[in-house]
């Protein structure tokens, strides 16, 4: 596998600590947040059933025909209101936030910040 840089160990060890503790239901599913240097992923998980429930990310379809443009946390807010929205539609309303070990601010944030703002709680 070759040398694994320190920060990702560091992201993935607190990736397997807050794991633990975090378990998606069909009551409350998993809203797992993913974010590359160019792109942010969202997923509601039910781990009890272990399926993908809702998603949305910035190489979605329905994402790119809206040509949202602006900063990484503007996208980011932009898609979080869209995994809200479709979370709504499927009758999604409460949720447990799984950051994957990243910290809690910047995108990660604005991401979390527009779901809320679409009518999420978590």
Do not use: C, W
Request: zero cysteines; aromatic letters at 6%; proline letters at 2%.
């Amino acid at each position: 596998m070759g040398n694994t840089s320190p920060r990702l160990l560091a992201r993935l060890k607190r990736k397997k600590r807050i794991r633990k503790n975090i378990f998606g239901s069909q009551d409350r599913p998993r809203l797992s947040v993913f974010r590359s240097s160019n792109h942010i992923y969202a997923q509601i998980i039910d781990d009890e059933k272990r399926i993908t429930l809702v998603s949305a990310s910035t190489v979605d379809k329905e994402f790119k025909e809206n040509k949202v443009e602006g900063k990484k946390h503007e996208i980011a807010k932009a898609v979080g209101s869209l995994v809200g929205k479709r979370a709504l539609d499927k009758g999604i309303k409460q949720v447990v936030l799984d950051r994957n070990g990243f910290l809690y601010h910047g995108r990660v944030k604005a991401l979390s910040d527009g779901a809320r703002e679409a009518g999420l709680n978590f």
